[in-house]
């Protein structure tokens, strides 16, 4: 069990440097606001394939252990080609080998904790939280010691070979991928020949409008801490944000897994909450504005990962759940990066931030609305009762 929390702990820190300073790297390069946001767009492209296709893989032939480690080889190699690149497409193709397997990471652990706990929301996010641990943590340290230099590729690069290199010492020690237990209940329904419903269907549109508000954020909140604001405290405030998820995450799993709660209340939850965080970046652009919207990440995420996990898990059946978990990750959040990339650069560039962040903030109100507009949907019997 201390190798499974401890591959949660160092995957998330892995993103602790690439999530953050990936838009910092591609400015140090001299690319304008315009080609970042293509290239980031093309980043989240790749990160839609990879997934699918990785999950497709493990869904038919299993190895979940040789192919995170194969995953997290080749996303080290990218990693080295974009920090050393001198050209656009090298960038390019750096990006592509990066985004395509460090992005099927995600869905591959998520599935293996997941069988392992035959779909216990509770447990499932008392171990994805030390996913977050491990994000703050790594967050903090970087803010305490003004480390990596922003200005040089080489240094955040470095750091984030580093971790990886000790993610890759602890998949060496998983076990075999746990087998189905009798636990889980297939419920026979008109859709039983389908290895989903109808309500995974609409559940990853509404995420998808979810996340395309967050791209915002993903994407250009660095930038805007450092160009609009002059504040170069990165890493301290993406640790508050994560912070704020943890307890958020592990009272949702109880509450999800009691039935106290459904995870299309928490998708209202979080929807809501990201309008008033992008609202808050917007109209408050100072330190205090920041700060409110970091705390507002505890329900804008914390609520709505548990849920989405969950959800997954019910609206798919378990021969199909690295692949759910991966339409989850690349349909439900790549695609909507890739279009609020493209477009968000587009924005910043000719209207500036506050009229990216009010725009965004629509998308994640029509994603509360629709939970409602299809609710019955939303709570209809699942393919699997975990």
Known sequence: MVILYSSFFFMYSIYAIVNPFLQVMLRNKGYSYEIVGVLLSLFEIAGIAGPLL??????????????????????CMGMTVLMLSTSLLITIVGLSLLAFFLRSLMPLLDSYAN??????????????????VGFVFFSLLFAATKQPDLSSNLSIGTFALAISGIF?????????????????????????GHWFDRAFVVGIFIIALNRISMSSVSSFFSLYLVEELKINAISLLNALAAGSEFGAMIIAGILIQRKKVLPVH???????????RLILY?????????????????IGYGFFHPAAIFFVARR????????????????????????????????VESFGYRTLFLSYSFFALASALLCFVFYRTMTTSPLEEV
Request: hydrophobic residues 45%; proline residues 3%.
């Open 266 to 276: 928490m998708f209202i939850a979080s929807g809501v909450a990201m309008m008033l």
């Open 54 to 75: 990785v999950a497709r893989h493990v869904d038919k032939r299993g190895n979940m252990k040789a192919v995170v480690l194969f995953c997290t080889v080749i996303a």
């Open 282 to 298: 917007a109209m408050v652009p100072s330190i205090t504005g920041v700060l409110a919207g970091q705390l507002l990440h505890s």
């Open 168 to 192: 890759i010492l602890v998949v060496l020690g998983w076990k075999r991928e746990p087998k189905q237990r009798g636990a889980s209940i297939q419920i026979e329904t008109p859709q039983a």
């Open 316 to 347: 798919v059946r378990r021969s199909h759940r690295t692949l759910g978990m991966s339409i989850y990750i690349s349909l439900g959040t790549g695609l909507p990066a890739v279009l609020g990339s493209s477009l968000g650069g587009l924005i």
């Open 115 to 132: 069988n392992l706990f035959n779909g216990d929301s509770q447990k499932y996010t008392l171990i994805r939280s030390f996913g977050t």
